[in-house]
C-alpha cells in the first residue's frame, strides 16, 4: 500500500494546505504564513460515534435581542444584541472603540451582568474615561487581563455580556507563540466563541486593523465570529459611523451614526440632516444624492471640482466614493454628450464623511461633474439618483419611493430620477419629478452645453 502523503502545514491567511514547510504560499503569496497543523490524532475519535441531530426550532430564549438602549448601536446589529453572539469591531487607533464599547457596557449592566475586560489600558485609565462618560456609577465589572484562560476562568458564575479589548492582545498557552501573532489570535478567539456558544453569553472583542483596514491578525478571523462591524470615521471631523459588513443575525451594511462629543458617543438619529447642514447655496459642482444606507434613505451632498490641468496626466482625486466609478462616468460622458475632461483635473467628494458604494449615485455624479464643467449651478434644492450604464443609459434603481420620500421630508423640490423608475410609480410626491432617461438628457435638462 502506498504511503498517504501529510498535508501537516497550512496557510494562516487562505488555509492552502502543504507537506512541507514554505517560506511563502504558493496560493495567495504571503510570506512568513505557512505553519504547522499539529492536529487530533484520528486514532483517538472512536470509530462508533455518530452525530445527534435536531430539528431546526430555536428556543424562544436564543431569539430574543437584548437591547442596548445606545439604538444606533441596536440598529446596526438588526435590532439588538443576540444571546450568544460574537462581534467583532475594528477601527483605527483614537477612533473611539474602547469608548463606545464602554458605554455600551455601562448601558447593558443597568439590568444585565457586563465584564470589560482590559488588555491594553489600566484600570486607571478606564475609570477615568468611565468619569468622562458619566459612567463610573454603572455595575460594570472591570478587570484588566490578557490571559484568555484566567479570564475564562473567573466567568464561571455566568455572565451576560462580556467585551474584550483587544482581542490582539491575548494570550493563551495552548497555542506557543507570542500575542498578537496569527495562531494565537485565533486560539484565543476560538475559546471565546467556544465559550460564548455553551454558555449563551454576547461577547464583543475590538479588533486592531491595519494600515490597509482590514482587521489585523488572520482574515478567518473574519469568518469565525457572528457579526464583523467597523467604526470609521475621518480625522478632524467628529462624525464617526458604524457599519456592518457581516452579520449573520441581521443585514449587513447598515450604519449607525455617532457624533463624538466631550461626554463621549452620542447617537445620531436623523444623518441626513447632519450631512446637508453645511451645505451651501446654489454653486456649481454641488447636488444632493438620495442613497439607500443599510435600512434607511440618507442625503449627501456630491461636490465636484473640475480645473485646468497642468499635468502630463490629468489628475483624478475621490474622497468617499470609487475611483473606478468615477473613470466610468468620465468615459461615458467623454463618448455619449461629447464632453472632454482630458485637460482637466477632476476632484470628487462626498461631504461629511461617508464612504458611498452604491451606484444609485452614478446621476449624481455625473451631474456635479456637468455643473461643475460648466459652472453652471444646479437649483440646491434638487435631489438626484440613478445607475449609469455603458451606454450611457440611467438604469432604474431600487427603493425609489423611500429615496423621494426621504427628499421631500428635508424640503427638497425637484427630484430627478432614472424614468425606468416612473413606469413602477409606486411612490406619492408633492415634489416635482423630472425623468432622465440616459445621460444625455441630462445636458438639455440643465441647459448645458457641450465643449
Ligand atoms: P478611544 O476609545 O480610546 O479609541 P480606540 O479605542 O478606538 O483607540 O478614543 C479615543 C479618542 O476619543 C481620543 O482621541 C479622545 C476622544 N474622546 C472624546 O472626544 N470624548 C470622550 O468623552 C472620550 C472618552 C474620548
Ligand atoms: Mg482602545
Not at 9 to 20: D, L, Q, S, V
Not at 48 to 58: I, K, P, W
Not at 158 to 177: E, P
Not at 300 to 327: C, H, M
Request: aromatic letters at 6%.
Amino acid at each position: 500500500m502506498m504511503a498517504k502523503i501529510e498535508n501537516k502545514f497550512y496557510c494562516n491567511e487562505c488555509g492552502a494546505r502543504y507537506p512541507k514547510w514554505l517560506g511563502k504560499c504558493e496560493d495567495c503569496g504571503r510570506w512568513n504564513s505557512i505553519v504547522e497543523n499539529i492536529s487530533v490524532d484520528e486514532k483517538t475519535r472512536t470509530l462508533g460515534s455518530h452525530l445527534n441531530f435536531q430539528t431546526l426550532a430555536v428556543s424562544q430564549e436564543k431569539l430574543d435581542r437584548k437591547l442596548s438602549d445606545i439604538s444606533e448601536f441596536d440598529r446596526v446589529l438588526g435590532g439588538g444584541i443576540v444571546p450568544g453572539s460574537v462581534v467583532l469591531i475594528g477601527g483605527d487607533p483614537g477612533i473611539g472603540k474602547s469608548t463606545l464599547l464602554l458605554q455600551i457596557s455601562a448601558a447593558l449592566s443597568q439590568d444585565h451582568k457586563c465584564v470589560y475586560i482590559s488588555g491594553e489600558e489600566s484600570a486607571e485609565q478606564i475609570c477615568m474615561r468611565a468619569a468622562r462618560l458619566r459612567a463610573d456609577d454603572s455595575d460594570v465589572k472591570l478587570a484588566c487581563e490578557t490571559d484568555v484562560d484566567i479570564i475564562l476562568n473567573s466567568l464561571k458564575d455566568g455572565v451576560d455580556f462580556l467585551i474584550v479589548d483587544s482581542i490582539q492582545t491575548l494570550h493563551t498557552s495552548s497555542a506557543d507563540s507570542i500575542p498578537g501573532t496569527v495562531s494565537q489570535v485565533r486560539a484565543c478567539a476560538y475559546k471565546l466563541i467556544n465559550f460564548a456558544k455553551t454558555t449563551g453569553t454576547a461577547v464583543f472583542l475590538i479588533g486592531h486593523v491595519t494600515k490597509d483596514g482590514m482587521i489585523a491578525g488572520p482574515k478567518i478571523l473574519e469568518h469565525m465570529v457572528d457579526t464583523v462591524l467597523y467604526f470609521e470615521g475621518e480625522r478632524g471631523n467628529s462624525y464617526r459611523i458604524l457599519r456592518s459588513v457581516k452579520n449573520r443575525y441581521g443585514p449587513c451594511d447598515e450604519l449607525g451614526i455617532f457624533e463624538m462629543q466631550q461626554k463621549g458617543l452620542v447617537g445620531v438619529p436623523d444623518p441626513s440632516v447632519l450631512f446637508l447642514t453645511q451645505r451651501s447655496e446654489s454653486v456649481p459642482g454641488s447636488v444632493v444624492f438620495s442613497g439607500i444606507e443599510g435600512t434607511r434613505p440618507i442625503l449627501v451632498e456630491v461636490q465636484a471640482l473640475v480645473s485646468k490641468s497642468y499635468f502630463a496626466a490629468p489628475r483624478r482625486t475621490v474622497v468617499g466614493w470609487d475611483i473606478n466609478r468615477l473613470f466610468t462616468i468620465l468615459a461615458v460622458m467623454e463618448s455619449k454628450c461629447k464632453i472632454s475632461f482630458s485637460d482637466r483635473d477632476v476632484y470628487l467628494n462626498i461631504a461629511g464623511g461617508l464612504k458611498i458604494s452604491e451606484p444609485a449615485c452614478d446621476l449624481a455624479v455625473a451631474v456635479s461633474l456637468l455643473s461643475a464643467r460648466s459652472e453652471t449651478a444646479v437649483w440646491n434644492e434638487t435631489c438626484v439618483f440613478g445607475e449609469i450604464g455603458l451606454t450611457g443609459e440611467v438604469r432604474s434603481v431600487s427603493r425609489c419611493s423611500e429615496r423621494i420620500k426621504e427628499a421631500e421630508k428635508l424640503g427638497f423640490k425637484k427630484i430627478i430620477i432614472p424614468t425606468s423608475n416612473i413606469g413602477a410609480k409606486n411612490y406619492a410626491t408633492e415634489a416635482v419629478v423630472e425623468s432622465v432617461e440616459n445621460i444625455m438628457k441630462i445636458i438639455e435638462l440643465f441647459g448645458m452645453a457641450g465643449r
